[in-house]
């Protein structure tokens, strides 16, 4: 089971940036492809992008395509999400995750980190 630690949410005006992190433990990390997620208040969670193991393939939901930007370093066991051009709709808990069978497009996680703020003001 890989233990998932993120980090680097904050408070920032529409149209700032922030980058998240997220910290894997253990040495399978780069067995799984991992997404980044976010729930708002009163929403349900949604995928907002995802990566294969190797970084090859990526996705992103269309309210982020052009401003967010995911990557993983497999040496360092961690993945990141570059927000650019924030919104205030894009305040949410975002949250990691991993998929153990590699799945991309329609991750299915089996393990999540406990979650980073992201509150972005008008």
């Known amino acids: 089971q890989v233990r998932l630690v993120e980090s680097g949410g904050g408070l920032v005006q529409a149209g700032g940036s922030l980058r998240l992190s997220c910290a894997a433990s253990g040495s399978a990390f780069s067995r799984y492809s991992m997404g980044w997620f976010r729930q708002a208040p009163g929403k349900e969670r949604e995928v907002v992008a995802s990566?294969?193991?190797?970084?090859?393939?990526?996705y992103y939901a269309d309210p982020v395509k052009g401003r967010f930007t995911i990557s993983r370093d497999n040496a360092k066991n961690t993945a990141y999400l570059q927000m650019n051009s924030l919104k205030p709709e894009d305040t949410a808990v975002y949250y990691c995750a991993v998929d153990r069978f590699g799945v991309v497009v329609g991750i299915t996680p089996t393990s999540w980190g406990q979650g980073t703020q992201v509150t972005v003001s008008s």
């Open positions: 990566i294969s193991r190797n970084g090859a393939d990526i």
